[in-house]
């Protein structure tokens, strides 16, 4: 079973930092891309950050210049580096990924279960 588990969540005053990690664990054979995406009390959810297999990245505009999503391969684990936090980054933080469990099979795609991130004014 392939699990992607997400910590680092907590509260944190407006212009604090937080990083979160999501390491996926189980039985697969590769991970493609790897992403970030929250969803706040009565909003849909939203892609905050990605990042493919090769490193390229993308943010969502509310994001930039204030969050960094890395990954690190050997440690099957994306991070999400959230700098200048502000109150409206108040949400569930999803980590999600695209993982190939075989070699023959289409990447498949897995969700955590979220960590909260509330930013006091």
């Known amino acids: 079973q392939v699990q992607l588990v997400e910590s680092g969540g907590g509260l944190v005053q407006a212009g604090g930092s937080l990083r979160l990690s999501c390491a996926a664990s189980g039985s697969f054979f590769s991970i493609n891309a790897m992403g970030w995406y929250r969803q706040s009390p009565g909003e849909q959810r939203e892609l905050v950050a990605h990042i493919t297999g090769a490193g390229s990245t993308n943010y969502a505009d509310s994001v930039k210049g204030r969050f960094t999503i890395s990954r690190d391969n050997a440690k099957n684990t994306v991070y999400l580096q959230m700098s200048s936090l502000k109150p409206e980054d108040t949400a569930v933080y999803y980590c999600?990924?695209?993982?190939?469990?075989?070699?023959?099979?289409?990447?498949?795609?897995?969700w955590g279960k979220g960590t909260l991130v509330t930013v006091s004014s």
């Open positions: 999600h990924s695209y993982i190939f469990v075989t070699p023959l099979n289409n990447a498949r795609d897995y």
